[in-house]
T-cell receptor, first 111, second 116 residues
């Protein structure tokens, strides 16, 4: 069963703007990960944040995690047309359980 | 970095036939592999977890007799879709966990199955 729910389901922005996607989950987690998927292609791992971390940065990406609210957000700054893709959060209940994916957000960045 | 390959990348088969998809961890040993299915414009749904040398654990609603999973070695898992039907057409993605790192789950590029 799916653990996470992404919000919004679809997002369309202009190049250069920031894009924020949210993810909520239901049970306790060991870590939360964000992935990108271009249409019809495989997954690209973006970032992993552990349950004892609150914020993490990687290039133009900023991820926050609020375990009390069971939610996470992914911020992409200064978006580019190449950022157009679907973005999924995935959670792991423990270190050795499989990742369970949310429904995803389809991001369109218009040049 | 750890690489997971899948073969074939695309396959078209006729209804009623069986199709085998291979998943290999190229530069690490994977005691555990996972199989996901993704329908168009939807998310990945976990189908099953396989551990090397033992029977796979299937998620609720996934027919184990239809989706046969074999994890015979630390670098290879196979998914066989038996008696395929058009509704089995989907994107199948495997994932492997490096036994040295509990958090890292590496994904293959996926296999596009079309059943006509």
């Amino acid at each position: 069963s799916q653990q996470g729910e992404e919000d919004p389901q679809a997002l369309s922005i202009q190049e250069g703007e920031n894009a924020t996607m949210n993810c909520s989950y239901k049970t306790s987690i060991n870590n939360l990960q964000w992935y990108r998927q271009n249409s019809g292609r495989g997954l690209v791992h973006l970032i992993l944040i552990r349950s004892n971390e609150r914020e993490k940065h990687s290039g133009r990406l900023r991820v926050t995690l609020d375990t009390s609210k069971k939610s996470s957000s992914l911020l992409i700054t200064a978006s580019r047309a190449a950022d157009t893709a679907s973005y999924f959060c995935a959670t792991a209940h423990s270190g050795n359980t499989p990742l369970v994916f949310g429904k995803g957000t389809r991001l369109s960045v218009i040049a | 970095g750890a690489v997971v390959s899948q073969h074939p990348s695309r396959v078209i088969c006729k209804s009623g036939t069986s199709v085998k998809i291979e998943c290999r961890s190229l530069d690490f040993q994977a005691t555990t592999m996972f199989w996901y299915r993704q329908f168009p414009k939807q998310s990945l749904m976990l189908m099953a977890t396989s551990n090397e040398g033992s029977k796979a654990t299937y998620e609720q609603g996934v027919e184990k007799d239809k989706f046969l999973i074999n994890h015979a070695s630390l670098t290879l898992s196979t998914l066989t879709v038996t008696s395929a039907h058009p509704e089995d057409s989907s994107f199948y993605i495997c994932s492997a966990r490096d036994w040295t790192g509990p958090y890292e789950q590496y994904f293959g590029p996926g296999t596009r199955l079309t059943v006509t």
